[in-house]
């Protein structure tokens, strides 16, 4: 027999939290290059994602995800080049402009 789904006044399905957080990963083979605690999500699941209205943040089970952004080792070496020549740069025309050298 099949449970009856619950409908809000809005018209949105009442859902039973405490199932969906009680089981939300899928019993699935993984690949075997996978790090072993990386699980796949059941349909229910992908209701414990949510994302904010107004700043489009990902939410997973009500904890904001975070996110963050590095630069590669070389990205770092290549930034550090770049400043390094610029302000070479500046040593040499204030050089020039106060007559230090030709």
Known sequence: MTK??????HGNAKLDWDKIRS??????????????QIRTLNFNGLQLFAVHQSTGDLYWNGQRLETTKRFSTFERGLAAA??????????IEFG???RWWP
Do not use: C, H, M, N
């Open 4 to 9: 009856q789904i619950e409908f809000d006044e």
């Open 82 to 91: 770049g400043l390094a020549a610029a302000w070479a740069l500046v040593v």
């Open 96 to 98: 020039r402009s106060a």
């Open 23 to 36: 089981k939300p990963y899928a019993d699935a083979i993984l690949p075997p290059d996978w790090d072993p």
